[in-house]
Each structure stands twice: as structure tokens, then as C-alpha cells.
């Protein structure tokens, strides 16, 4: 005899489901939230102190971590838009030129400030903040394309976050009175995820980029949606807008994957060529915006300037730790790559792309702004190792178990207490550097009068000499151009930085300082205690600088008004001026 359900029973079976997976989506949202709190915790903890220490004499900057002269250019960008501008000019470099940059990230954050009346400092910790909430959710949606357990995505989100590199082992080493070769230990001086949560909300936000438009794609091949390469190539296009260095990366892995999946199919599929032209597609338009800064704009000569040596292949692998190191076991080699799942030939095509970038050096100067990328794929495959092949063969099972064992676990805990440590001495490192109330953590209050005198009485378009310690908040606190200010964004920064010697040196002859001041239209010259170090020419006593401010820390002189007026002549254009010798 068959029993038949009743319309009450059918209808529980139908929804059971449905509560399973709401009960399952709320455990991620909740799972989730505690990571994005305890991420806003430990990020925010170094800025805290800072600003719950500061002397009394002393202006906390806001800033912690490595390179605050990059945080300033970020500011200078900010601060143009939030006081109006549509297009920016580069104001750490005194050569004339009109704007031409626009960049989304700089214009929508510089516009948020002057709708909120933040200021630059306040608008700052607000999107470091919120980028800090993105990047959990947005790589857990990048694990979600490469795991479909939950407990196995969370294991790779953890992963992703907080597993770093070795750099520990030989900063012990050396630390312990061992002789070591001299190596770059990225790590622990906070160029990873880690550290970039804290204080590079801009780097987290291209890599978060780079690892979506990733997961997008992987996401099309799943579902067969030519939507979502489309948008794979609109969000590649929008983080290359944000910063460029992921473009070319991305463009490889259009090139490549669809060729190596129709090996592994033993056809061309039109559609899969349709789908992949259609994210190539989307990239067009910073293809075309870059195109037009490399030949159309003062870009050009910034961009020659930038070089970024790369990391030896030991360096390599103690940046990237063990997540690297295992991961590489997912490699099984080009020869049969195309036997592979599909996320597994991305993940290697990613690496392999990344790889040559990196050791393109000196054809591609800048491929290790690339690499930041690295990370999320090396946590990845190294989780794919773990629950797929790793934990599963010392369990005795050949197959893969859906189900985390507690030795999956322990591999997994295992990667994370071998981590540790560089992030232990990384954090502790920002705290010591805070401890010390010093530049370029904090500034001197006097310092910040002086930049909020040229903030009231200059011009955007003035020129202010200084050395550029001074030179790289100018822009920013001052609102006015710099002469030197920044390693990349100064054009020829070492050669202006000789110059700025040289003006300072009381050895110099007047003549040169005329003509340097002249050349450049220089309007402004500051002169406080970090000026007083470069030599012991006394501004006070030249004919052609009149003090204009002056507190106890510094005086900023105004250029006399017959040598601006030859400098802004209409047919010379500042920096343009033939000058024998002044390099």
C-alpha cells in the first residue's frame, strides 16, 4: 500500500530546506561579523595610542606603519578633490602642468569629505575602516568560489587574513648574535595583508579589487553566465582606475585560462571565446585611460621613475611563508595543468603570471607592486592542499571527505602558530615606533602652524621650497606645491633633493639660489629645524627673501616679487628654464 504525504507533511519538506539554508547564511553573517570586529579591533588599537599619547607640543599625524610620505600623496590627491577639482595635477613636483589625473577612488573619497566636513585624517580612519569590513566579506565570497563547505571557507578566510610570512626566523636568528646574508623581510615591516589593514586601506582595496574580478570570473565558468564576465572585466577595469598594477596581471589570466580549459574540454567552444572577449571587453576603457597618462601626460616621467627591485626567490618565500610553501603541492606542472580542477588552473595561472611580472626585472621595473595579490592565492592553494589532498591522505582517505576532520584542522591551526610570530613582531614594531613621538608620526605643532598659515595665505598653484620631509605634507596640510616631496611623484627626486642641499649650503653663491628660485618660480621657502640640518645658509640675511611668518620653530620666507615675476613670465614655463648647472 503506498502512504501518500499530506499537503501539511509536502509542505514541510519543501521549506526544511530552505531554514537550512537561512540557519546556514546566518551563521555566515554571524561568523563573519565577529571576524570584521576582531579585524577593526587590531587595526585600530596602534591609532589609539597614538592619539592617547601624544605630547602636548605635538600633532598626531593619524598615521602608523611604513611609508607616510605615500599616505601624504594620497592626501594631496584627496585634498584637490575635496576642494572641488574634477582632475588632478601632481603637486609634489614643481614642473608646471595642467590637470589631467582622474582617479575614482580619490574623487568619490575627496567628495564624501566635503559633503561630511570631515577632515582629511577623519575621512581617512572612516574608509580604513569600512575597507576593513569589505575585505572580509569580499574574500569570503572569493572562497566561496573555491569551496563549498562553509567550515572550509572560513578555514581559508582566516587564512587569508592573518597567515603571513617567515621573516620571523631570521629576525630571531639575527637577533640571537647569528650572522645572517642581509635579507628584505617584508613581512614583519608590514607589506602583507596584515599590515595593509591597518594602515593601507588604498593597497587593500586594490588587491580586494584584483581578487574579485577573480572570483567573478570563476564564478562565470561555473555557471556558464556571460554576465559575470562581464563584470569580472568592469571590475578589473574599475581597480586599475583605483591603481594600475593589477591590470596587466589580469589581462594575462583573460589570455591564458580560457586556452588551458579548452585543452582540458579538447575543443574551442565559441561561447567560451564570446565570454572571455566580453571580459576583455571591460578592461577597455583603463586600457584607454592609461594609454592616454603614458603618452598624453606629465604621468609619463613619474612612471619612469618608479622602480621596484625584486625580491630574491628566498625573500620570495619567506614573504609568503608557509601557505606558499604548501600551497606548491597543488602544482603538478604545466604538462598536465589542463587535467586540473578549473580553480586550480586559475590559481596557477594567477601565480604564473604574477611570477613573470615579478621577474620581468628591469623590462617591467615596477612588477612587485603586483604582487600584493600573492597572499590570497597562496592561502588558497594551500587550504586546497590541506582539505583536499593533505589532511585527507594522513587520515588514510584518498578521496576527498566533506567533512573537516581534526586533522585538517590541526594542519590548518599549524600554518597559523608558524605565522604568528612575523605578525606579533610587525604589530609590536608600530607600537615601538608610536612610543618614540617622533616624525613622521607626529609633527610639531609649530610645523602644522606654519602649513595652516600657507593654508590661508597661498595659492594652489604657489611653490613652496623645503626639504622633503616638509615637502611631502605640503600639499596636503598646506594646500600649496611642493618642490621635493616624494620618491616617486617628485620628478627626478634624488636631483631636486641635491638642489634643495645645495640652496641650504652657505657655501653656495647667491646667483645659484636666484636662479633656482627664479627657474622654478619658487613663491615660498620654508625654513624650520630640519631645513637648519642641510646647511648653514641663513635666509634672514638674503635681500631677495622676506620673512612673511614666523614662530618658534620655523620661518617661511616669500620669494622677492621681481624674481616671481621673471619665473612666471608667459613664454617660461616653471622647470623649463635652461640652467647650466644646477644639477
Known amino acids: 500500500m503506498t502512504i501518500h504525504p499530506t499537503p501539511e507533511a509536502r ?10 539554508q537561512g540557519s546556514a547564511r546566518a551563521a555566515d553573517l554571524g561568523f563573519l561579523a565577529i571576524l570584521a570586529l576582531l579585524c577593526l579591533a587590531l587595526s585600530w588599537a596602534p591609532y589609539l595610542y597614538g592619539y592617547a599619547t601624544a605630547p602636548r607640543d605635538a600633532y ?19 585634498r584637490q578633490s575635496l576642494d572641488g577639482a574634477h582632475l588632478f595635477e601632481n603637486r609634489l613636483t614643481p614642473e608646471q602642468h595642467e590637470p589631467f589625473y582622474f582617479n575614482p ?7 564624501a569629505l566635503r559633503l561630511s566636513s570631515l577632515s582629511l585624517t577623519a575621512g581617512f580612519h572612516v574608509e580604513r575602516s569600512l575597507t576593513v569590513i569589505l575585505l572580509v566579506f569580499g574574500l569570503y565570497y572569493l572562497a566561496a568560489r573555491f569551496f563549498k563547505d562553509a567550515c572550509e571557507r572560513r578555514w581559508a578566510l582566516i587564512v587569508m587574513l592573518f597567515a603571513t610570512g617567515l621573516g620571523w626566523v631570521p629576525y630571531s636568528l639575527d637577533g640571537s648574535g647569528l650572522s645572517l646574508p642581509d635579507l628584505k623581510l617584508w613581512d614583519i615591516q608590514g ?35 556571460r554576465r559575470f564576465f562581464l563584470f569580472s572585466g568592469l571590475t578589473a577595469s574599475l581597480t586599475a582606475a583605483v591603481r594600475p598594477y593589477d591590470l596587466p596581471l589580469l589581462l594575462m589570466v583573460y589570455a591564458v585560462f580560457p586556452i588551458l580549459l579548452s585543452f582540458q574540454d579538447r575543443a574551442v567552444s565559441p561561447r567560451r571565446v564570446g565570454h572571455y572577449l566580453t571580459a576583455l571587453a571591460g578592461t577597455l576603457p583603463a586600457v584607454a585611460y592609461y594609454a592616454y597618462l603614458r603618452y598624453g601626460t606629465i604621468m609619463d616621467s ?8 625584486p625580491l630574491s626567490p628566498l625573500e620570495l618565500t619567506l614573504w609568503l611563508g608557509i601557505p606558499f610553501l604548501t600551497g606548491c603541492f597543488c602544482f603538478e606542472g604545466f604538462k598536465n595543468l589542463h587535467r586540473n580542477a578549473k580553480e ?67 594542519l590548518m591551526i599549524g600554518v597559523l602558530l608558524l605565522s604568528i610570530p612575523s605578525n606579533i613582531i610587525l604589530y609590536a614594531g608600530l607600537f615601538e615606533d608610536l612610543s ?26 604657489d611653490i613652496v621650497l623645503s626639504a622633503a620631509e616638509n615637502g611631502c605634507c605640503l600639499p596636503a596640510y598646506g ?90 613670465e608667459p613664454d617660461v614655463k616653471p622647470g623649463n628654464r635652461p640652467l647650466g648647472d644646477l644639477s
Open 11 to 20: 509542505g514541510r519538506q519543501q521549506t526544511a530546506p530552505l531554514v537550512k
Open 60 to 78: 598626531f599625524t593619524g598615521l602608523v606603519g611604513r611609508d607616510v610620505q605615500g599616505a601624504c600623496m594620497y592626501f594631496m590627491w584627496e
Open 105 to 111: 577612488e580619490w574623487w568619490l573619497l575627496g567628495k
Open 191 to 225: 607589506i602583507n595583508l596584515f599590515g595593509y589593514m591597518i594602515n593601507k586601506p588604498h593597497f587593500v582595496r586594490a588587491i580586494l579589487g584584483t581578487c574579485i574580478a577573480m572570483a567573478l570570473l570563476l564564478q562565470g565558468e561555473q555557471t556558464g553566465r
Open 302 to 309: 613619474v612612471w619612469k621613475g618608479i622602480e621596484l627591485e
Open 344 to 410: 586550480v588552473i586559475l590559481l596557477s595561472i594567477w601565480a604564473a603570471a604574477l611570477l613573470i611580472l615579478i621577474y620581468a626585472y628591469p623590462l617591467i621595473p615596477w612588477g612587485m607592486e603586483s604582487a600584493g595579490s600573492f597572499y590570497v592565492l597562496s592561502a588558497l592553494a594551500c587550504c586546497i592542499w590541506v582539505f583536499r589532498h593533505g589532511g585527507p591522505a594522513l587520515r588514510g582517505r584518498p578521496t576527498r571527505s566533506r567533512k573537516s576532520g581534526f586533522i585538517p584542522r590541526g
Open 436 to 461: 618614540r613621538h617622533s616624525r613622521p608620526y607626529y609633527l610639531p605643532r609649530a610645523l602644522m602652524d606654519g602649513f595652516d598659515w600657507l593654508n590661508r595665505h597661498s595659492k594652489a598653484s
Open 479 to 568: 594646500g600649496v606645491k611642493a618642490f621635493t616631496g616624494h620618491y616617486n611623484f617628485t620628478i627626478d627626486f634624488s636631483g631636486k633633493n641635491a638642489l634643495v642641499r645645495r640652496f641650504f649650503d652657505d657655501r653656495e653663491d647667491n646667483q645659484f639660489r636666484r636662479d633656482l628660485l627664479e627657474r622654478y618660480a619658487i613663491r615660498y621657502v620654508l625654513y624650520s629645524d630640519t631645513e637648519k640640518h642641510l646647511g648653514r645658509f641663513e635666509p634672514a640675511k638674503a635681500d631677495y627673501l622676506q620673512a612673511v611668518y614666523r614662530n618658534a620653530l620655523l620661518t617661511i620666507y616669500e620669494v622677492s616679487a621681481n624674481i616671481r615675476v621673471r619665473g612666471d
